[in-house]
């Protein structure tokens, strides 16, 4: 027979699998239990959206990757707003730390072909995971023309497409 087990005062429960979950358990059939249950499902699909979306826009010499998150793009004139994520395939040192991937948020100016950063994070793990390294939320006021071959073409070409 199928077990479930439920978590509850830091002990670990056996119960049957016909038994309702432990939300459901002072409970009667027909007292509220399903619509909790369809809520909480619900607000689970719901909430999923919320995740990044990372897409690979380009990949550098060394197999590292670079990632933009399309659901995050604002655009406004010509001026379009996104995050984007480096992802080290080996880590980097940077000031005696350990770097595996850096998050960032820039802006882009899809007229003049230049860009400048809003936030820097420097994180010890990938995909913008484990500890943050250093962190600057000061955007920078100062633009930089966008060099053509560069990752940062590659990024500013997927912002103002």
């Not at 049957?16 to 619509?35: D, I, Q, T």
Request: net charge positive.
């Amino acid at each position: 027979m199928r077990k479930i087990f439920f978590m509850r005062r830091r002990k670990v429960l056996t119960k049957e699998a016909n038994l309702k979950p432990v939300f459901c358990m002072n409970r009667s059939a027909n007292n509220g239990c399903a619509s909790k249950t369809i809520l909480i499902l619900l607000l689970a699909v719901v909430s999923s959206g919320a995740v990044a979306e990372w897409i690979n826009v380009s990949t550098d010499d060394s197999g590292s990757s670079i990632y933009a998150d399309p659901t995050t793009i604002q655009k406004v004139g010509n001026r379009v707003k996104m995050w984007v994520l480096f992802d080290y395939r080996k880590a980097t040192l940077d000031a005696g730390d350990k770097i595996m991937s850096i998050k960032k948020h820039e802006e882009y100016d899809c007229k003049e072909t230049q860009t400048r950063l809003l936030y820097l994070s420097k994180h010890s793990g990938r995909f913008a995971e484990g500890k943050v390294v250093y962190l600057n939320d000061i955007p920078y006021d100062k633009w930089v023309p966008v060099v053509p071959g560069s990752i940062l073409e590659d990024l500013w070409r997927y912002a103002c497409r």
